[in-house]
């Protein structure tokens, strides 16, 4: 099995920073993808920032320049460094990853429970 374990979560005020982590454990042959992942209250969970192994990312548009996403993949590890934070940056982070417990099973979704990120004054 793998787990998902974020952290780094909490209260900001506007224009503050915050730096999340995902750490990924348990049976991994292989991390393809790893990805952060938000829902705020009453809305559809949404794409924040997913890298691929090979390095290419991904943005949503809403935190293009604002956020970056890096991993460490000797530690199974992904970061969303996030600056210049705004009030609806509110929600729940969710780490995301795509990952090959062995070398001949299917690259399988998991999700983490979540930390949540409040920006307020």
């Known amino acids: 099995q793998v787990q998902l374990v974020e952290s780094g979560g909490g209260l900001v005020q506007p224009g503050g920073s915050l730096r999340l982590s995902c750490a990924a454990s348990g049976s991994i042959f292989r991390i393809n993808a790893m990805g952060w992942y938000r829902q705020a209250p009453g809305k559809e969970r949404e794409l924040v920032a997913r890298?691929?192994?090979?390095?290419?990312?991904n943005y949503a548009e809403s935190v293009m320049g604002r956020f970056t996403i890096s991993r460490d993949n000797a530690k199974n590890t992904v970061y969303l460094q996030m600056n210049s934070l705004k009030p609806e940056d509110t929600a729940v982070y969710l780490c995301?990853?795509?990952?090959?417990?062995?070398?001949?099973?299917?690259?399988?979704?998991?999700w983490g429970k979540g930390t949540l990120v409040t920006v307020s004054s």
């Open positions: 995301n990853a795509l990952i090959k417990g062995r070398s001949w099973s299917p690259a399988m979704d998991y």
């Open positions: 890298m691929e192994t090979g390095g290419s990312t």
